[in-house]
């Protein structure tokens, strides 16, 4: 059983695809597992304004007429953070979708939502270090049922906790805290969610992508100041522009 030191909130996101730039959340699922164990379950629908492609529908099921009179996000975006306030965070595939997407969303709805003081579990991290599945399969594998409703973001978060508990009975390795698990299967390093920028082995932040892919920010930035420009004027996730001009302004300082 998992023991606790602060409580830890499940989450599974519906969208309407997989770009955190221009996609939207339809619809959220959040399991709070509190110190004692007890759970609480919040699941909105919402209204990502924009059409959701009928390709998208037929993997989670759910329409535009389904969420036309749903509430926006920023509509609930201080309901849904004050649910997981002081939580950890546990999702399957968590840095593909859920938590880039959720970032997104509260930046535009212009609510600080900190992840600094937050761990988080992957539970597909250690399912695929393990076993090697999907999501449906690891159901199946740790707790012999089959999944039923897969791709409803509130069936999906209740998996993925089942999940994680089963996993817990299964390899001792793991611990049975938070902070154990992370160490076993271990800290992914992320400075933005769309992994445009990445760590090197001395700890600076390098660019991840494109022409000046390996090569540190700072001295990037330092030789092409419009390259800050570009990427300020492109068609990057929000929180990825957030982290550049978190690692410019620290470059600025140092110059100075």
């Known amino acids: 059983m998992l023991q606790l030191k602060k409580p830890l909130a499940v989450i599974d996101i519906e969208a309407t695809g997989s770009n955190p730039s221009i996609d939207r959340i339809v619809e959220i699922a959040m399991i709070k597992i509190l110190i004692d164990g007890t759970r609480t379950v919040k699941r909105k629908l919402l209204n990502p304004q924009i059409p959701i492609p009928q390709n998208i529908v037929d993997i989670h099921g759910i329409t535009n007429e389904m969420v036309k009179d749903a509430p926006t996000f920023k509509?609930?975006?201080?309901?849904?953070?004050?649910f997981m306030d002081g939580c950890d965070l546990a999702c399957y595939n968590a840095y593909r979708l859920d938590l880039p997407i959720?970032?997104?969303e509260f930046i535009r709805a212009d609510v600080e939502f900190d992840m600094k003081s937050r761990r988080i579990v992957d539970v597909q991290k250690i399912y695929h270090q393990m076993e090697q599945r999907t999501l449906?399969?690891?159901y199946k594998f740790y707790c012999n049922k089959a999944l039923e409703g897969a791709?409803?973001?509130e069936v999906d978060a209740a998996a993925t906790a089942e999940?994680?508990?089963?996993?817990?009975?299964?390899?001792?390795?793991l611990g049975s805290t938070v902070e154990s698990v992370i160490k076993a299967v271990g800290d992914d390093q992320i400075i933005d969610f769309a992994r445009r920028f990445a760590y090197n082995d001395k700890?600076?932040?390098?660019?991840?992508?494109?022409?000046?892919?390996g090569r540190t920010v700072a001295e990037v930035l330092k030789a092409e100041p419009q390259y800050y420009d570009w990427m300020m004027k492109g068609?990057?996730?929000?929180?990825t522009k957030q982290k550049l001009t978190e690692i410019y302004t620290k470059a600025m300082l140092k110059k100075s």
Do not use: C, D, W
């Open 136 to 138: 449906s399969a690891a």
């Open 75 to 82: 509509q609930t975006a201080q309901e849904i953070k004050q």
């Open 151 to 153: 791709h409803g973001a």
């Open 203 to 213: 700890g600076q932040e390098v660019f991840n992508f494109g022409k000046h892919k």
């Open 163 to 173: 999940i994680l508990s089963a996993q817990l009975e299964r390899y001792p390795q």
């Open 102 to 104: 959720l970032v997104e």
């Open 235 to 239: 068609e990057f996730p929000m929180n």
